[in-house]
């Protein structure tokens, strides 16, 4: 089993940053890729920004020059560092990671439980 634990959602007043974290554990081959997505109110779930092997990135452009990811990939870890928040990013954000639980298996995506992030003053 992989399981994804998310941290770092909250409150933020517009214009503020936050800094969300994810860690992948459990039965991990390989982590081929690692992502953020959200789900406004009433929204459907979207990509925020992914990042592969080889730190190739792609983010929405929605938060193109805001939000910046990256990760460690000795820890299993994905980041999100989010600046110049608007109350348009509020949003259950959820992390994403494709895995090989083990060598013989396919990648698998997991998903995390989410974090709310609320930006309003």
């Known amino acids: 089993q992989v399981q994804l634990v998310e941290s770092g959602g909250g409150l933020v007043q517009p214009g503020g940053s936050l800094r969300l974290s994810c860690t992948a554990s459990?039965?991990?081959?390989?982590?081929?890729?690692m992502g953020w997505y959200r789900q406004p109110p009433g929204k459907q779930r979207e990509l925020v920004a992914h990042?592969?092997?080889?730190?190739?990135?792609n983010y929405a452009d929605s938060v193109k020059g805001r939000f910046t990811i990256s990760r460690d990939n000795a820890k299993n870890t994905v980041y999100l560092q989010m600046n110049s928040l608007k109350p348009e990013d509020t949003a259950v954000y959820y992390c994403?990671?494709?895995?090989?639980?083990?060598?013989?298996?396919?990648?698998?995506?997991?998903w995390g439980q989410g974090t709310q992030v609320t930006v309003s003053s």
């Open positions: 990042i592969r092997s080889g730190s190739i990135t």
């Open positions: 459990g039965n991990i081959f390989s982590n081929e890729a």
């Open positions: 994403n990671a494709l895995i090989v639980p083990i060598a013989t298996d396919p990648a698998y995506n997991y």
